[in-house]
Nanobody, 118 residues
């Protein structure tokens, strides 16, 4: 059974920071590209960042310089460091395990709410 469990969301003031974590189980994490996506009411889910199984990051252009993605294959975890947060960053953030050579399915976590407000 695949589980992706996000944590670290919450309420933060503009300019603040949050660190999201995704703990994965039930997949071969070390060969799986992982990603963070976010969604606001009335909008589709958008890419925040991905990181390949080799550790190559890809950050959405609009978020470069503020967001950093990393992974620890020894712990089956992925993190998203978010700095200088803005109200427009308010969304539900989802962890995704992309299809891999071992599993053709994509998996999603349940999401964690991030609210940026004064």
């Amino acid at each position: 059974q695949v589980q992706l469990v996000e944590s670290g969301g919450g309420l933060v003031q503009p300019g603040g920071s949050l660190r999201l974590s995704c703990a994965a189980s039930g997949i071969i994490f070390r060969i799986t590209t992982m990603g963070w996506y976010r969604q606001t009411p009335g909008k589709g889910r958008e890419l925040v960042a991905t990181i390949t199984w080799t550790g190559t990051p890809n950050i959405a252009d609009s978020l470069k310089g503020r967001f950093t993605i990393s992974r620890d294959n020894s712990k089956n975890t992925m993190t998203l460091q978010m700095n200088n947060l803005k109200p427009d960053d308010t969304a539900v953030y989802y962890c995704r395990a992309h299809a891999s050579v071992a599993d053709s399915n994509n998996y999603w976590g349940q999401g964690t709410q991030v609210t940026v407000s004064s």
